[in-house]
């Protein structure tokens, strides 16, 4: 039994990985992950004993767990203070390469535990965005997805091919990850300036800021909508915390922000680019979803 603890737990961090892209924060994918080997545990000896792949059972198990954390989610969500975003990760997080796959997938994996990819999640109804990173992200067959989501497998074929052409409409005109960058370099120069005019430059006339704190600190509560108003905002930003030491990080997302102050962490920036133009900004202030940010 002991050499099947310690395989077992190394799925854990595979797991983890499957639990946050499914709910967008760490601290619930966590939850997820020990509820999933609660009911392992809670499992009798012989009960065990017949379950012929244990790492197959404790994924299938955790999607099923994830799934039923989705549909209460969103209950939360409505008594959420202000806007609601994805915990963003940075880019020496681990999961990412949580998943085993060839390296030239790489880029896929990383865009799967993006601010921009997680947040068209959420506009999926649970059972779609199950099937979508079982299936797409973990390469689970629709045989098995059918088990967790209580479907047909053509059905969960269906869920997977909804989400797959909603996300690719909701992303239509996403840029590479060097124009990304190269924008982003612009806007972080116009902010440090103060150059109104210039950071006008290079938003979306109709680019939405969306700030969440939480409740926990001072953030936006509603978006700010279109490139004025955005830059005018962020332009004010500095003046609310002086002292504040923003450092160019990698994300996911491509290049991003990070705001310390006095030393602990403050807020992160990452930027949505489509068609040449910065369309979206998100900047995470909850300190509940900054704590793999030392």
């Known amino acids: 039994m002991g050499e099947s603890i310690e395989t077992l737990e190394r799925e854990r961090s595979q797991l983890v990985g499957l639990a946050y892209r499914m709910l967008g924060t760490v601290a619930d994918a966590e939850d997820a992950v020990q509820e999933t080997y609660a009911r392992w545990y809670r499992l009798s000896a012989a009960e065990r004993d017949v379950i012929e792949n244990p790492p197959a059972w404790l994924m299938r198990v955790a999607g099923r ?22 915990e963003p990760l940075p880019g020496s997080s681990a999961f990412a390469a949580s998943v085993a796959a060839d390296p030239l997938e790489k ?42 989501v209580g479907r047909s497998p053509d059905a969960c074929r269906q869920l997977a ?4 052409r909603h996300i690719r409409e909701r992303r239509e005109g996403a840029a590479s990850r060097e124009t990304h960058d190269a924008l ?7 902010c440090a300036n103060g150059d109104l005019a210039g950071l006008i430059g290079v938003l979306d006339p109709d680019v939405v800021l969306h700030s969440d704190g939480g409740g ?7 978006p700010v909508l279109g490139a004025d108003r955005v830059a005018r905002f962020l332009l004010g930003v ?27 962490a403050h807020s992160v920036v990452t ?24």
């Not at 767990?65 to 609601?84: F, I, K, P, T």
């Open 65 to 86: 767990v994830c799934l039923d954390m989705l549909g209460s989610a969103r209950a939360r969500r409505e008594r959420y203070v202000g806007e609601w975003l994805p």
């Open 216 to 222: 926990l600190v001072s953030a936006a509560r509603r």
């Open 107 to 148: 880029v896929t994996l990383d865009d799967s535990v993006s601010t921009a990819l997680l947040v068209v999640l959420e506009s999926l109804s649970p059972a779609e965005r199950v099937a979508f990173v079982l299936h797409d992200v973990f390469r689970l067959p629709f045989a098995e997805i059918a088990e967790i």
């Open 271 to 294: 930027l949505g680019v489509r068609g040449g133009r910065i369309a979206d900004v998100w900047i995470m202030r909850n300190p509940d979803k900054l704590t793999l940010w030392g």
């Open 238 to 264: 500095p003046h609310l915390t002086p002292g504040a030491q923003i450092d160019p990080t990698l994300t996911p997302d491509g290049l991003s922000f990070f705001v310390s102050l006095d030393g602990a």
């Open 161 to 164: 091919s909804q989400a797959r």
């Open 184 to 190: 982003a370099q612009a806007f972080a120069l116009a």
